[in-house]
């Protein structure tokens, strides 16, 4: 392999391992890095230098995290690898806005948090050129057109309840 290809895929799997252990709760107890593994050793490789220096919560959030990756599918490792390659190119704006999106739905009620589901799905299941001419539609809208859009949206969801 590529020295270059092997440092991108290091940090893709750095990256990817950080944003999968970021909503992982904590346990507490520090652990050396002579108490790991080899396999967890060998996934946790990058972080070996400051290992000693990471919280006990963020150590184990890695190790979830590094559980986590080894037991996913090949398939599911690329597809993994695809969306931290796009989350990398997001500008810090837009990693930001995206950051703001998550805290606000961890906010919701868990009805709240089933409805947005049962919504992205159905959106999801949309012919491609359907979603197109959604978002295309959607980003034609004023901000005030989407407020009193979402508004009526949420008046009639209301009503259907």
């Known amino acids: 392999m590529k020295p270059i290809i092997k440092r991108l895929t290091t940090s893709i799997q750095i990256i990817g391992l950080t944003l999968l252990l970021l ?14 593994s080899d396999r967890q050793q060998r996934i946790l490789r990058p ?7 990471l919280t006990p919560e963020r150590q184990a959030r890695l190790l979830r995290g590094a559980e986590r990756w080894q037991n996913m599918t090949p398939e599911q490792r690329r ?8 989350w990398q190119q997001l ?19 868990p009805e709240q948090k089933a409805r947005v589901r049962k919504a992205f799905e ?11 001419k959604y978002r295309d539609r959607w980003k034609q809208l004023t901000p005030a057109q989407r407020k009193r859009w979402l508004q009526h949206f949420r008046d009639k969801r209301n009503q259907d309840s």
Do not use: H, V, Y
Request: charged content about 35%; overall charge positive; hydrophobic content about 30%.
């Open 23 to 36: 909503a992982c709760p904590f346990s507490a107890g520090a652990q050396s890095w002579d108490e790991l």
């Open 47 to 53: 972080f070996e230098s400051g290992w000693a220096d």
């Open 79 to 86: 597809k993994m690898k695809q969306r931290l390659k796009r």
């Open 91 to 109: 500008s810090p704006q837009q990693k930001q806005a995206i950051r703001e999106r998550f805290r606000k739905f961890q906010q919701l009620t």
């Open 122 to 132: 159905r959106f999801r299941n949309l012919p491609a050129e359907d979603r197109k």
